[in-house]
């Protein structure tokens, strides 16, 4: 996945500078520097080699050479805004702030860029000159990748949604235009100022070349992960601009909290869905995913702005979902995926896997998935086993994907017959050299999935000119239009009678082949990244909603919440309908099974309520405290009025826990907010990183006048 420098060479251009591209790819800096060098003695007016020279020199550390480099460049060509981007990224390694700032400014001036403003932002630089290229640029457009990363902290290889993502960023990097306003950003609640950071996008390159590449080294990606996070820079979305969220949002904590403050400025937000399979077919998935699921996407719906989706399938599930719960209409939008991950990479020179070239030798099927219940591999091993009962030679069959879920039975059948004789071969954490190999040799693909948001193993499969048997359900025919030999994968005779026909007719395959050859057009990465950026400029034209604000949970007099029961996570598809967490602003941890702990010693609690504006109230707030935080005192008051922190509101000791009564009053738009202060919160031990004192078990509340109501609340808390 090597991304294309911004200086490329041009043709006829000197062996020196061939020889400087090669050893400049593969890391040896110096020596690539020296390449170029021997290029500018015959060339000295070259402005971009002076800049290539430049970087090499930057990222061998010979500094005061890198500086001459670019300085010639400069006199050259004193209009390029890249050029001094990258003098700006020098001084500013050499801790040269003055130096750095000049360098970015005059950037800046010359071509809008989104993190050419940031680094201004983090130097303390002009927000003049910031404020001008917000309004020059007319809105950015933010990518959130936090699941990218916090995948790649626990697994080396990626798996589908991560692939996906690496696609997409790879094409924007790869393409000036759309990268220029687009920004690669996480969000870490824990830290003063922005919780928004901006990746540096060298970084960020160097990880998805090193994620992609055949030679990788898990400690080396988590290294650059925290390389990339300790040097995120603070950013502020403002009006006009988007903010989408690419990966697993299902895996980003307190969701709909995290976002409340971009909405109020009016920034437009969303979300990559890659499918609904939790919610539709929960039966395939593993156990804690699907109330997970059901949580994070409940809160999505009331804070997104718009949806896009993998395929035309997922979009219709989910207008479908939307309508069906009553629950507001936003934009729906399909933009599908690439028909292959790596089919624009440049994998030539990777090194394939001993085992992995043997399994070649051979003729076998190739199945490229995760190892689960939904997959259907069971399938396959019952129509091998039924083939070789039959006295038939069937080519070997080659599944490659981790083991997932309900598959224990599978694998126990597996191992019991020795894998069929040898005839199944399971492959795991294959490099992107290795998968290429692999399809490239197969005699066809398989596969017989139940259910699917897109199916990338079949596009792949067509990229590498190879056929492929697959299910006829959901998306995938989107994937394999007519070059897709389609089974019913829940009707075994059927897929049997197709894939003995592709295993032992060699007529047959060859025609599918040919084809395929003759007439499939794959769709790339940089299709696909051109309609996000497309269609995010039109989302953004639109401008968002008036008043745009979180769609918040509905809390009625008389009831209670217990954070607990998100932790227990009994929810359903209700939850959709009112999500609960949203109530807990971004200054709470995630709930446990006794309630949930205020981060900090101040936060807030709010619903919709079902009282009139104005309506006088009592409410009734159980707290507990950690066992540190024994003498905190704690006092809480209702609405938006922050000053009220300063009165001389009532301090209530919680001890080991109690129940707060409150008097106050529900807001003109209806809603009921309660504001938590916390002071004398003790000294947590040295290994609780979280930083809390106290924590909400339950709160409800009623009118001033319906004794009744009140009643009811307290005797339930007496039995708490």
Not at 372 to 386: D, F, M, T, Y
Not at 596 to 612: H, N
């Amino acid at each position: 996945m090597k991304i294309k420098s911004f200086f490329q060479s041009s043709p006829g251009r000197s062996d020196h500078v061939r020889r400087g591209n090669e050893l400049r790819d593969s890391g040896r800096f110096a020596e690539a520097a020296d390449a170029y060098g021997e290029h500018l003695v015959s060339h000295p007016k070259d402005f971009g080699i002076w800049v290539q020279r430049g970087n090499c020199l930057k990222d061998s550390g010979a500094f005061d050479a890198a500086e001459t480099a670019y300085s010639k460049a400069i006199s050259l060509k004193d209009d390029d805004a890249d050029v001094f981007l990258q003098l700006g990224h020098l001084m500013k390694l050499r801790q040269k702030r003055k130096a750095a700032l000049q360098a970015y400014q005059k950037s800046l001036s010359l071509k809008p860029d989104v993190s050419v403003a940031a680094e201004i932002i983090a130097l303390g630089g002009s927000e003049e000159l910031v404020s001008k290229y917000f309004e020059m640029a007319g809105g950015s457009f933010f990518f959130e990748i936090y699941d990218l990363l916090n995948y790649h902290k626990a697994h080396l290889r990626p798996s589908g949604i991560q692939r996906v993502q690496a696609g997409i960023i790879s094409a924007i990097l790869s393409n000036e235009e759309m990268g220029q306003n687009t920004v690669f950003v996480i969000m870490d609640l824990d830290v003063d100022g922005s919780p928004i950071k901006m990746i540096d996008r060298r970084l960020l390159i160097d990880f998805l070349d090193l994620i992609s590449g055949s030679n990788q080294n898990h400690d080396h990606v988590k290294r650059l992960i925290s390389q990339m996070e300790s040097s995120a820079i603070g950013v502020f979305p403002k009006r006009k601009d988007v903010y989408l969220i690419l990966g697993a949002f299902w895996g980003t904590g307190a969701f709909a909290s995290r976002y409340a403050e971009l909405k109020q400025n009016g920034v437009l937000i969303g979300s990559y869905i890659y499918d609904i399979i939790p919610i539709r077919h929960p039966e395939f998935c593993a156990d804690e995913l699907v109330p997970a699921f059901f949580i994070a996407f409940g809160d999505g719906l009331s804070v997104f702005d718009f949806i896009f989706t993998i395929s035309e399938f997922t979009a219709r599930e989910v207008l479908e979902l939307l309508l069906r719960n009553g629950l507001p209409e936003i934009p729906v939008i399909a933009i599908p995926l690439a028909h292959s991950f790596d089919q624009e990479k440049d994998l030539e020179s990777g090194i394939v896997d001993r085992h992995v070239e043997n399994i070649t030798q051979r003729p076998y099927v190739l199945f490229v998935s995760t190892i689960e219940a939904r997959k259907n591999h069971a399938l396959l091993v019952a129509i091998w086993r039924r083939m070789l009962k039959e006295g038939l030679e069937p080519p070997d069959l080659v599944f490659v994907g981790r083991k997932g879920w309900r598959v224990n039975d599978l694998f126990e059948a597996l191992e019991g017959s020795k894998f069929l004789g040898g005839k199944v071969h399971i492959l795991h954490d294959v490099s992107d050299v290795d998968l290429r190999r692999l399809y490239e040799k197969c005699r066809f693909t398989v596969f017989p999935s139940f259910v699917e948001g897109w199916g990338l193993p079949v596009g792949e499969s067509l990229v590498y000119g190879r056929p492929c048997v697959a299910s006829n359900t959901s998306s995938i025919p989107e994937v394999g239009g007519d070059f897709v030999d389609y089974i019913d994968p829940a009707n075994s005779i059927e897929a049997a009678s197709v894939i003995r026909k592709l295993c032992l007719d060699d007529n047959y395959l060859e025609q599918r082949v040919k084809n395929i050859k003759d007439d499939f057009k794959p769709r790339s990465w940089a299709d696909v990244s051109e309609a996000f950026i497309s269609r995010l400029r039109e989302l953004q034209a639109s401008g968002p909603p008036v008043g745009s604000l979180i769609r918040l949970p509905m809390l009625r007099q008389g009831e209670l919440f217990r954070p607990s029961d998100l932790f227990l996570k009994d929810v359903g598809e209700r939850y959709l309908v009112n999500p609960s967490r949203v109530a807990l602003s971004s200054s709470w941890y995630q709930p446990e099974n006794f309630g949930v702990w205020l981060r900090g010693s101040f936060g807030y609690v709010e619903f919709k309520s079902d009282l009139t504006p104005g309506c006088e109230v009592i409410i009734f707030a159980s707290f507990v405290t950690a066992p540190w935080a024994d003498q905190c005192e704690v006092r809480c008051w209702t609405g938006d009025d922050l000053g009220a922190k300063n009165l001389r509101l009532n301090w209530k000791k919680l001890g080991a826990g109690k129940t707060l009564v409150v008097s106050g009053k529900i807001s003109e738009v209806g809603t009921l907010k309660l504001n938590i202060m916390a002071r004398n919160e003790g000294v947590p031990p040295a290994d609780e990183l979280r930083n809390f004192c106290i924590g909400l078990r339950v709160i409800g509340f009623a009118a001033s006048n319906d004794l009744h109501k009140r009643i009811q609340i307290l005797e339930e808390l007496a039995f708490e």
